[in-house]
């Protein structure tokens, strides 16, 4: 087992070289999250092993059993990718340094509350429903300039740039559409010049589009599968789109 986690990391890494010579950027400014949900910690230290330090969790309740396992190696760091229910938003902000998915209000409403108690803010990424699926979590991009804007008075909220998921089972071509719309969404977020509002981050590209994203500016790509294998659990468990949007 620790040889396919080994080799499959070899091979994401080469492929986002290579995305990032076809397409003329650094490899720097590109960025590997790894995706852990359902994954057991065995596999996630043999990441660690192999020098990865950024991992990204979906489900509080996973980040909790995960957390203080593997917290003593302080280069890690973890990212929140789920879909976040306001009264969860407690041990989120204890434990990960940048949520990625803050897609309403209410939400950045939960946050402050709980981190004006702490003293305390935190990094936050704007999720934007690229696609138009409803099984999608994320805001309609016609409603980021106003949610970003909106987002920046509360001020332990510090927004760093945008979210979100490609169009699945698509060409492509449309994959493609939807990192370009969220690059152009950055771009006109930039325009507003909204104070305290940065739009450096671009979190975009899974397992089978992260190259595309690479090539359309992704400085964050976030992979599961390709790392460490399928998952035992399908992803409506966790993008399940029962759950209220305003959870
Ligand atoms: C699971 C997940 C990923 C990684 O997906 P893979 O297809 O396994 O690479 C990326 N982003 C989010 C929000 C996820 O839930």
Redesign the pocket.
Known sequence: MRDLVEDNLKAVRRQMELACQTSGRSIKDVQL?L?T?TVPLEKLQMAIHMGETLF?E?KVQELRGKFPLMHQDNQVEWHF??HLQTNKVKDVVKFVTLI??VDRLKLGQALHQQLVKENKSIDILVQINTSYEESKFGAPPEMALELVEQLSQFETLNVKGL?T?GKWNATKDETRQCFRLLKLIQTQIRKAKFPRVDMDILSMG???D?QVAIEEGATII???????GQ?YLP?GF??NENVRQDD
């Open positions: 999250l995706a949900k990204g979906n990718i789920g990625h998915s979210m998921i899974m397992s089978s992260f976030r992979v599961g599968t390709s790392v460490f998952r992803d966790y993008w």
